[in-house]
């Protein structure tokens, strides 16, 4: 566990309605706990986990990663906890940046949920039309 003497690195990552606050310490091994759980525990599923975990990829130091996540599913959950990272390993070490942005992990994916107008059913579904 990290300590308030330490150094951290913070940063905010955005996806969907899911945010992520993200502190970034170094240390001798790597570990994840997000909302204070185990970061294996707290995303289940493989494919989640390895989302996350692509940002280490060309990272030489390892970090003790602590994330509080609101928002959201679980899925813009995973992807808002990457974009914070990579923005935290930014601020430790600014050469990772085009290395990163290559990947697209420093993008804000602005993709999100339509609202819905008046009139129709949903964002652009209409009720179906009769000519009589």
């Given at each position: 566990?990290?300590?308030?003497?330490?150094?951290?690195?913070?940063?905010?990552?955005?996806?969907?309605?899911?945010?992520?606050?993200?502190?970034?310490?170094?240390a001798s091994k790597s570990v994840i706990t997000a909302n204070g759980k185990e970061?294996?525990?707290?995303?289940?599923?493989?494919?989640?986990?390895?989302?996350?975990?692509?940002?280490?990829?060309?990272v030489p130091a390892n970090f003790f990663v602590s994330a509080k996540l609101v928002?959201?599913?679980?899925?813009?959950?995973?992807?808002?906890?990457?974009?914070?990272?990579?923005?935290?390993?930014?601020?430790?070490?600014?050469?990772?940046?085009?290395?990163?942005?290559?990947?697209?992990?420093?993008?804000?994916?602005?993709?999100?949920?339509?609202?819905?107008?008046?009139?129709?059913?949903?964002?652009?579904?209409?009720?179906?039309?009769?000519?009589?």
């Amino acid at each position: 566990m990290a300590t308030k003497a330490e150094k951290y690195m913070e940063a905010v990552g955005r996806r969907k309605t899911a945010v992520a606050r993200v502190r970034i310490t170094p240390a001798s091994k790597s570990v994840i706990t997000a909302n204070g759980k185990e970061f294996e525990k707290y995303f289940p599923t493989k494919e989640l986990r390895n989302s996350i975990m692509k940002v280490f990829a060309d990272v030489p130091a390892n970090f003790f990663v602590s994330a509080k996540l609101v928002g959201g599913g679980i899925s813009a959950q995973a992807e808002a906890l990457r974009h914070g990272i990579a923005r935290a390993l930014l601020i430790h070490d600014v050469e990772l940046r085009t290395k990163l942005k290559v990947k697209g992990f420093l993008k804000r994916d602005p993709r999100a949920k339509e609202r819905r107008k008046f009139g129709l059913k949903k964002a652009r579904k209409a009720p179906q039309w009769s000519k009589r």
